[in-house]
């Protein structure tokens, strides 16, 4: 029996807005620790990693490990269903063919319940190396939304630099190039508006942006955002959900093509 | 609760995709087939697809033996690259390519011997399963030209296309991932002389935009 | 001469949202008791019943019955013309080939006049049978349209069951299943926000739910509706229009196939 | 107001409908054609519609000597149903089907004589009324194909679509009544043998989901 | 050198908001007396002229005469970049292939540029000579879009008669016919909300809504907007940008024809 | 900045336009052509379009000699009225009313002979200039038909069509311009009889509704 409550249904709103448009379908994978799930997008470029810990939960339940093969785009049209002030719970069997959602008004007068089915799902399961980060910058996820929507309108890649004194983000494209340049700010109101950049090693990569876009759309779970990135790795940008776990994105960055190409 | 056990009745089926690509002014375009109008992914773009169950027959029952995820077994791999198959497959293709009125100017479609093995990817509908075994091939521009039912998308096109399924899309990474630098069989492949008709190694296919290289999160990881 | 001045301008605009999607071209009937006015949506399955009083307007005149044939389309254009605060009054000759549409703006600085061409409509007026219900419910109409449209991610239909204890609403569909139930409220601030029903018999009746969001686009006339069911008679919901007139929809409902079908 | 009368210029014209159903997959499909690029309605679809004024003569008639709503009187329905008629009308719709180089492969419609009259609705354009005969009837699947201005679409489809006009849902609606199964000439129907092509029998037409049926509004009213 | 600095940079994006729908490309004259745009919409029907004074911008720097060809569409996705309330300064050499755009937020955290291509543009520059109009309307801009709007829904032209007394806006078509009619108001709260009418001479003249609407994408540049109108002389729509410079918008009334057409 | 000069790379093409009208219904249509699935305006519709850069030598040659903005010399403007350019432009599109499988009823179209110069118009792309040269001629109805790559389309259609470029727009200005009635030749073309082929004269164009007129804001500025 798996049974897990989340007070704040939102927050699980908010994920499936974060994912269902850069993963069609995926294994929600439960444990006793909580609720995790790793899926590449269709096009195998880019990676996102969602943690919701056991403890986000009350009460939670997992007798035994069970994966739930979901549809995105089904659980997303049930997730919707809920308000957002619902509690919503997860119900499966042990060995499940469907899982149960049932969405509770806060009032408990109007109590909801969708039972979807699972599919079976055969996911590769990546293994990613705990890593320390040449360069770790933390700025408002709504200034790095806007910049990765600006940049689009000049080009397709955005180049990151990051040194000690700022983040600069550049692009370039047909009607010319563009770039932002944020500075570490000395002393802000809220937490949530810091931009705070820790520095090993100077670093500058190539990203594309049609998937910082994707990734982007996690900006309504957490008022921060945390990028890291070091030479050669995967850039993350991690989203925290308050203080009971993670949805974390991974994109390699792009390679110059200055190996020489056969001449026509 | 009484509600039907769905998993277990999903209908198995391989289907044996080949991406036919061109090159048109240095960007690679990829040829679309429109589905029927009626049945699944109705009137959705594919790449040039045949059903190839005799692909998959090891597949199937290793899968139903352990009831657990599969992974494409080594026999299946096996399967799809061997000769004979091959030759069914390029005969199924040409068939389709040489089908209707429209059909191409050139009905031996001798680049078909050219098609090249990229791996295997699968797909679940709500009660449907299928195994794509995929293929890609280079043609020379303007060999296959374009119907009403047929067209040649640019990646853009293909990947951000909404009327392109998502299976498709799957399908795509896979050569995407063929064609990262760091497999030792593409590396050759470039260096052998291009257009010429050696089978396997003409195919010279980069994925995005020329000047910089999208690497799969794979090639990173796991 | 028919001439009919209503100070809420908004009331007529909200009618025509509520019933511009359903019904293509109407019959205004104009008489000394009010407006009033029912048609059938184009693939005669639903019906539609409007009734403004003639106390709803000020003045009020309207020497000989009078029949508008509306398209509801251009109607709907012109009426999107008034703001929601104008005045709008309604005009028309004994034997009118158009109606003239006044708008005042409560300052009087801004009148505007609409004249619309009027069409010959041969409909069919049904008798509607004045019915006592095997089940009542009143609920707030947000909550109703909220159900339907959650639903219609689910199936086509939606079954209704309404018991002493609660009204359950139940779809199902490809990805699953899913069903609301509301419990009757015991005390609610408002009014509009309380859920009553009053039961005669229980009653479990299915519907089309392409025809209930039709209905449902006449949320915005009343804080709360009133869904009558009994048995293999058309359900009614209504949208009182303030205390001058309502809205209704009838629906049948639909028809279990266990008759014997010819085998094949 | 010097405004013109627009009422009493209104053009009267009838056309005559044939709603062409085929069953394919256990669904109803219905045959809509494209109208012309220009003019009333353009680029709209529609079931497959000819002029017929020589129905409405008697029509047209009363409707001027009464100056008041008019609903078909008798004649007009006698007119629909009479042989000599039907045959008129099943050569005009012929006609429709075999034109153009996208000709039906069987060119005798010999299906055309199991049409069977539905009834009669109307729609009032700015200046032009319409009054539409309809009648439906069963084709075999797939032996009237697809073509860039002719569509099969299922129930759904026709009803939800864009480019198809209000005047076609209301036409449509006219089958919709003559399947319900209150009407006893169409439970008879019901029981005779299908695919025969005994005239006006083997329509077995139901509007719907297999699962449920809706019944009309006005099965409870008036 | 030019180098211009403007504090509102909101205004710039609003400008570029009323213009780009118009004019796909056009020269901006930069000259120490400011800067200064005019141009026709593709179809020659219609002329735009823009003026932002020199002392708008602080600073504002003008070596010498520049003239950067603009395609406005790039040129807008670029505007878009920039925040409300960011500082907006445009920079070029004296003779520019490009125009770079920098945007500081307010705390001069963050820093954006952006470079643009410049085109080639071979336009005619109309002479507009100084005229004095029989009829001056001011009205809220508000009020002047929504009766564009509000007409287009029933015919293509507007007919304007200015009296005394009142201007009234008149539309027919197919549904029918409509207008709309504004009296002087004689003590309004706020000056923006006032209706004056500065009249010599009655004037009606007729003009086509499809041009009136693409002029006020402009209303949120000034909540009044003032048209001016002689006899067989283009019509001025300006609004005030406002104490720095002006939008103005040029449209040729259309001509009846009854003119002899040869018969058919 | 180190930014490489754009200005100056921009190659320059003179363009041959003809604008086919037919009036149908009292409503002018106007003829456009898809231009090819890829490259520069894929897929947007266009007028008839040949390219005729032998029309422009002088006018390339005096903007290079000069570098300043240009405005169409005197001497392009004989160019384009010529006669012998007048034959090889006929020629030309001619060529391309008949292409294809779905040539035109008429391939003679001597209805070309009827051409009107209208005047120049240029439009810049982002690495290319191109100059038109506009011409237009009525077409008796129904003789140009409709292909999957050629429309009818009304000037509303024309103007508010989002697959329409905009240098289309810009040409069809000269349409409206060249029609205006302060134009003395125009007004002659008006008094002659309609319909007769005489060159130069049979236009008979009216552009917007047929109640009013639209006048350019350049017949009263500058």
């Excluded at chain 1, 379908?25 to 880019?46: F, K, P, R």
């Excluded at chain 1, 050669?232 to 994109?251: S, T």
């Excluded at chain 2, 089978?199 to 994925?207: G, I, L, Q």
């Amino acid at each position: 029996m798996f049974e897990a409550r989340l007070k704040q249904g939102g927050t699980l709103k908010k994920v499936l807005e974060a994912i269902k448009d850069l993963v069609s379908e995926s294994n929600w994978d439960c444990s006793s620790t909580g609720i995790s799930l790793q899926a590449m997008d269709n096009s195998h470029v880019s990676l996102v990693s969602l943690m919701l810990r056991s403890d986000a939960f009350e009460p939670y339940r997992c007798d035994r490990n069970v994966t739930l093969g979901i549809n995105m785009a089904s659980m997303s049209k049930i997730v919707k269903c809920a308000n957002n002030d619902d509690v919503i719970t997860l119900r499966a069997t042990d060995t499940p063919d469907s899982v149960t959602f049932v969405f509770e008004s806060p009032s408990q007068d109007r109590v909801s319940e969708y039972e979807m089915k699972l599919m079976n799902i055969d996911s590769e399961y990546l293994g990613i190396p705990d890593q320390e980060h040449e360069a770790v910058v933390k700025m408002p996820s709504g200034e790095f939304q806007r910049i990765c929507r600006d940049l689009s309108q000049i080009g397709e890649s955005v180049v990151v630099s990051v040194a000690k004194d700022g983040v600069k983000f550049s692009a370039s494209g047909e009607l010319g190039k563009g770039n932002v340049v944020l500075k570490p700010t000395v002393n802000a109101d809220k937490e949530s508006e810091q931009v705070v950049i820790d520095l090993q090693e100077s670093v500058t990569l190539t990203f594309a942006l049609r998937y910082l876009n994707f990734f982007t759309k996690a900006t309504s779970l957490s008022e921060s955002v945390t990028i890291s990135m070091s030479k050669d790795v995967p850039l993350v940008v991690e989203y925290k959900i308050g203080d009971i776990g993670y949805l974390r994105y991974f994109l390699a960055p792009k390679i110059e093509e200055d190996e020489a190409e056969d001449t026509k | 609760f009484p509600f039907k056990k769905a998993k277990k009745e999903s209908k198995e089926e391989t289907i044996a995709v080949l991406i036919l690509i061109q090159i048109v002014d240095e960007e690679q375009q990829f040829c679309v087939f429109q589905r029927p109008q009626s049945g699944l992914l109705a009137n959705m773009w594919e790449f040039l697809a045949v059903p190839a169950d005799f692909l998959s027959a090891p597949l199937v029952k290793e899968e139903h033996a352990t009831k657990k995820k599969l992974s494409a077994p080594k026999a299946f791999e096996d399967c799809c690259r061997s000769a004979t198959n091959f030759d069914r497959l390029r005969e199924a293709w040409g068939g389709v390519l040489s089908a209707g009125p429209q059909a191409s100017q050139q009905p031996q479609h001798q680049f078909l011997a050219n098609a090249r093995y990229l791996g295997t990817t699968k797909h679940v509908f709500s009660h449907l399963k299928h195994t794509y075994a995929a293929y890609s091939v280079e043609v020379p521009p303007n060999t296959i030209g374009t119907t009403s039912t047929r067209r040649w998308l640019s990646q853009t096109q293909l990947m951000d296309g909404a009327a392109v399924s998502t299976n498709v899309k799957k399908i795509f990474g896979l050569l995407a991932n063929a064609t990262q630098p760091s497999k030792p069989q593409d590396q050759q492949s470039r260096q052998s002389p291009a257009r010429k008709s050696a089978p396997k190694t003409n195919s010279k296919v980069t994925v995005g935009p020329s000047a910089s290289k999208q690497p799969s999160i794979k090639s990173f990881f796991g």
